[in-house]
């Protein structure tokens, strides 16, 4: 071998070794969203990361308009990201985000959408179904196409499902053949349990509802679908003890984090998270970032995560990585993939 080609050998092996050194360890988003730039409102917005205060409002004045000027102007927030304008650059700037932070998303959105998102990046978006009442009877997403698609493979995860939005408990008995459906099918669920924007029946979800954040909603469903994966989004914010209640209860009940872990103030978010781990639940949190038309938000929560002094290096690991691998249930060959 003569020295100029050992030479640039162990220069290409050094740069191998550095990129892989440099390189985060992976981390499973199991609720991102794939939409249109305008599916928040017309764009750019603003969210809070975090909201310092969620506004005062005179009933006087209308409701949508506030909460509409407090995206626009950042009224409500000291610190702020601002959605892209257009479809592409929302897609694009998601996309380097989950290779940014080596993340691996649960998406749902548009089916269209999807495939075009997943066609682009098919190791990093794992398909999820976007499922609620009103979308069923829009795309025809009865039980029976339902199982067509998850037999196909092309979706892995039933969710969001966003009932709540519509009026609707999980353990209601219209959606009781769907559970039926993914538990037959071993297909897991996420469930819309928590927050939605505030002020929700105000600005278009009229049917919403806050006793439906309480997570005591689920558990009919639970004890009627024993071998059901469910993982409730939002970890049921702001319903702590109803959070603990159920999980301690029904111990095959996960959670991920959602939107909370970057728009709510630091010190509640800090709170309702030490709760839950405190309690003994860190083996069952999983993090979620709720991206939607924000992609700066999916590394903001993982800042958030990884700057949380309560946590140890192990359960850190636990919310980011470990948690969802071993609910989604992925092989040796995949967890190793994602390094």
């Known amino acids: 071998m003569n020295k100029k080609f050992f030479s640039g050998f162990s220069f290409v092996l050094f740069v191998f070794i550095s990129t892989a050194q440099q390189r985060p360890l992976p981390v499973i988003d199991m609720h991102l969203h794939c939409l249109h730039a305008d599916e928040q409102g017309p764009p750019p917005l603003k969210i809070g990361v975090p909201f310092r205060d969620f506004g005062v409002h005179d009933p006087a004045n209308?409701?949508?308009?506030?909460?509409?000027?407090?995206?626009?102007?950042?009224?409500?927030?000291?610190?702020?990201?601002?959605?892209?304008?257009?479809?592409?650059?929302?897609?694009?700037?998601?996309?380097?985000?989950?290779?940014?932070?080596?993340?691996?998303g649960v998406t749902s959105g548009d089916p269209e959408l999807l495939r075009?998102?997943?066609?682009?990046?098919?190791?990093?978006?794992?398909?999820?179904?976007?499922?609620?009442?009103?979308?069923?009877?829009?795309?025809?997403?009865?039980?029976?196409?339902?199982e067509k698609l998850f037999s196909s493979g092309e979706f892995k995860v039933f969710g969001e499902v966003t009932i709540q939005y519509e009026g609707f408990a999980p353990s209601d008995t219209a959606f009781e053949p769907y559970l039926a459906l993914a538990e037959k099918l071993d297909i897991p669920v996420g469930i819309h349990v928590g927050c939605g924007p505030p002020g929700a029946p105000y600005i278009g979800a009229v049917n919403y509802r806050a006793r439906l954040h309480s997570p005591f909603g689920l558990e009919e469903a639970l004890l009627k679908h024993p071998r059901l994966r469910v993982y409730a989004m939002h970890a049921g914010w702001p319903m702590?003890?109803?959070?603990?209640?159920?999980?301690?209860?029904?111990?095959?009940?996960?959670?991920?984090?959602?939107?909370?872990?970057?728009?709510?103030?630091?010190?509640?978010?800090?709170?309702?998270?030490?709760?839950?781990?405190?309690?003994?639940?860190?083996?069952?949190?999983?993090?979620?970032?709720?991206?939607?038309?924000?992609?700066?938000?999916?590394?903001?929560?993982?800042?958030?995560?990884?700057?949380?002094?309560?946590?140890t290096a192990e359960q850190k690991r636990d919310i980011l990585f470990n948690n969802a691998a071993r609910f989604l249930r992925l092989t040796e060959k995949e967890i190793k993939d994602m390094f």
């Not at 398909?127 to 829009?138: E, M, P």
């Open 62 to 104: 209308d409701y949508r308009k506030a909460f509409t000027n407090a995206l626009k102007t950042s009224a409500w927030a000291d610190k702020f990201i601002i959605s892209p304008t257009t479809d592409d650059s929302l897609r694009e700037l998601t996309l380097a985000q989950l290779r940014k932070y080596n993340v691996y």
């Open 116 to 146: 075009v998102w997943k066609k682009q990046e098919p190791k990093r978006i794992i398909n999820s179904l976007d499922w609620n009442f009103g979308l069923a009877k829009k795309y025809g997403l009865t039980v029976d196409t339902l």
């Open 240 to 311: 702590i003890d109803d959070m603990i209640a159920t999980m301690y209860t029904h111990p095959q009940l996960h959670v991920d984090l959602g939107v909370i872990c970057y728009m709510l103030p630091k010190k509640e978010f800090y709170f309702y998270l030490e709760r839950l781990v405190n309690a003994g639940f860190g083996k069952r949190i999983m993090f979620g970032s709720d991206n939607m038309v924000w992609p700066q938000s999916i590394g903001e929560g993982i800042e958030t995560i990884n700057k949380a002094t309560f946590l």
